[in-house]
């Protein structure tokens, strides 16, 4: 039987503690089990957590090297990855697949917090992806 790498791409389903510790270790860029520990809302056992970055590096989201005598954790992919990954989920999950529905949504949400400057380089960014588009045709 032949043993293939985990896709992160494939199984994102996180668990909540799970996301929390994403969280960290890309807010931080690399992070020792300690660092993490220490930065979790109500957390669990360090052997908890210990757990958890394991199970984190089976489903390949993270792995670690040697900082000196301590096992530093590094994700595996870019955040801005692991970000567009995570978004292409919701919109499948929630807006059965429609960038309009899930875009029409964000914008009703906001009220009024987003800015003419905003509004400015989201419209960059339609007719870019427009231009994009006309081209691939």
Same mark, same amino acid.
């Given at each position: ?11 994102? !389903?996180?668990? /909540? /503690? ?14 020792? !089990?300690?660092?993490? @520990?220490?930065?979790?809302?109500? $957390?669990p056992s360090y052997?908890?957590? *210990? !757990? ?10 993270? /792995? @670690?090297?040697?900082?000196? $005598? ?8 870019? *955040?801005?990855? $692991? !970000?567009? =990954? ?7 999950? %929630? %807006?059965?697949? =429609? ?19 905003? %509004?400015?380089?989201?419209? *960059?960014?339609?007719?870019? $992806?427009?231009?994009?588009? *006309?081209?691939?045709?």
């Amino acid at each position: 039987m032949e043993h293939t790498e985990p896709d992160p791409t494939t199984d994102d !389903a996180l668990s /909540r /503690r799970e996301r929390q510790i994403m969280d960290i270790v890309y807010r931080m860029e690399c992070a020792t !089990a300690n660092d993490i @520990h220490q930065a979790l809302p109500d $957390a669990p056992s360090y052997s908890g957590v *210990r !757990a958890l970055l394991t199970i984190l590096e089976n489903k390949g989201h993270l /792995r @670690h090297g040697k900082k000196g $005598a301590r096992y530093v954790f590094m994700p595996t992919r870019p *955040r801005q990855t $692991a !970000a567009k =990954s995570a978004l292409k989920r919701v919109i499948d999950t %929630f %807006f059965g697949g =429609s960038v309009e529905q899930a875009v029409s949504t964000l914008l009703t949400a906001a009220d009024g917090t987003i800015s003419d400057d905003e %509004f400015e380089k989201l419209a *960059r960014v339609v007719e870019e $992806a427009r231009e994009r588009e *006309r081209g691939e045709k």
